[in-house]
């Protein structure tokens, strides 16, 4: 089965940034779409970014402009930069990988917090 792993989240302070990474292990990778969700305490997990096997990219609204997905089909990982962060914006981040010629999630990652505050 496709593991995936991340790491970089952790406290920044509001306007700040930090970059997270998600390796995969597995098969196909760059054949897989691939993404970024995350869940804030007492809300549902939402789609923050995806990044699909040929690149085409796909943000949410409230992170557009400031968050940048990308991939390193090389080295099965997947990047999350996030630059001008918000208090909002505080959440776990979780990485999932799709199935293989799909756009749905089958796989998850066990999530980074991400906490940005004063």
């Known amino acids: 089965q496709v593991q995936l792993v991340e790491s970089g989240g952790g406290l920044v302070q509001p306007g700040g940034s930090l970059r997270l990474s998600c390796a995969a292990s597995g098969d196909a990778f760059s054949s897989r779409t691939m993404g970024w969700y995350r869940q804030a305490p007492g809300k549902q997990r939402e789609l923050v970014a995806t990044?699909?096997?040929?690149?085409?990219?796909n943000y949410a609204d409230s992170v557009k402009g400031r968050f940048t997905i990308s991939r390193d089909n090389a080295k099965n990982t997947v990047s999350l930069q996030m630059n001008s962060l918000k208090p909002e914006d505080t959440a776990v981040y979780y990485c999932g990988a799709g199935r293989i010629g799909g756009t749905t999630v089958r796989y998850w990652g066990q999530g980074t917090q991400v906490t940005v505050s004063s």
């Open positions: 990044i699909t096997s040929g690149g085409s990219t």
